[in-house]
């Protein structure tokens, strides 16, 4: 089976540094995945990790550590636009070959001025 | 925007009734995966078309069908809707089943 673990809500500042973990429990593992969902509309795709470490993307950067099956993704200079749940889903591959996308529940962030 | 488009924006269907949500896919992209978004909830995962197969599923019953046709859009089909088949559904568009998914803006279908 699988189990993503990550929190519920977050509060932040315009400005400030935020870190949010996921932690995951699966098989197959075969990459990691961070979204950001504003309310009403759909997921978009924020950054990858398959190996372990660090990748950046501008303000944005995601950690991964398989031994621990731990990430985080880490939003730097925050704007008030980065108000949003952020997702984080493992990608299992199956015996089969198959591979799907396993969510967690959601981090909601709250930027505030 | 990711070029992938659902139809309609959203419905409301009364319980016991089907319903046929639709998505077209970016263009090049021959895998399709359905998602059922609960409110509150991450999505959780439907079933996934490649190449017009079904090529995996998730625990969702029977009553939860799908078609890919050859220009790879995709149909998601539920019959005898119940109450808790309210959520937005999603659907995500691949170049192959191993690449990252694109997902379209979602249907919103209201059970009532």
């Known amino acids: 089976g699988q189990n993503i673990d990550q929190p519920t809500e977050m509060t932040a500042t315009e400005g400030a540094i935020v870190q949010i973990n996921c932690t995951y429990q699966?098989?197959?593992?075969?990459?990691l995945f961070w979204y950001q969902q504003h309310a009403g509309e759909a997921p978009t795709f924020l950054s990858y990790?398959?190996?372990?470490g660090l990748e950046e993307k501008g303000r944005f950067s995601s950690f991964l550590s398989r031994s621990k099956g731990y990430s985080y993704l880490l939003l730097k200079e925050l704007q008030m636009k980065d108000s949003a749940s952020y997702l984080c889903?493992?990608?299992?591959?199956?015996?089969?070959?198959?591979?799907?996308?396993?969510f967690g529940t959601g981090t909601r962030l709250l930027v505030s001025p | 925007e990711t070029g992938v488009t659902q139809s309609p924006t959203h419905l409301i269907k009364t319980r016991g009734q089907q319903v046929t949500l639709r998505c077209s896919s970016q263009?090049?992209?021959?895998?399709v995966s359905w998602y059922q978004q609960a409110l509150g909830q991450g999505p959780q995962f439907i079933f996934q078309y490649y190449r017009e197969e079904e090529n995996g599923r998730g625990n969702f019953p029977p009553r939860f069908s799908g078609l890919q046709f050859p220009n790879y859009s995709s149909e998601l089909n539920v019959n005898a809707l119940e109450l808790d088949d309210s959520a937005l559904y999603l659907c995500a568009s691949s170049p192959d089943r191993a690449h990252e998914q694109y997902f379209g803006p979602g249907t919103r279908l209201t059970v009532t």
């Open positions: 699966t098989s197959g593992f075969n990459g």
């Open positions: 990790n398959v190996l372990d």
């Open positions: 263009s090049g992209h021959n895998t």
């Open positions: 889903a493992v990608r299992e591959i199956m015996n089969t070959g198959f591979q799907k996308l396993v």
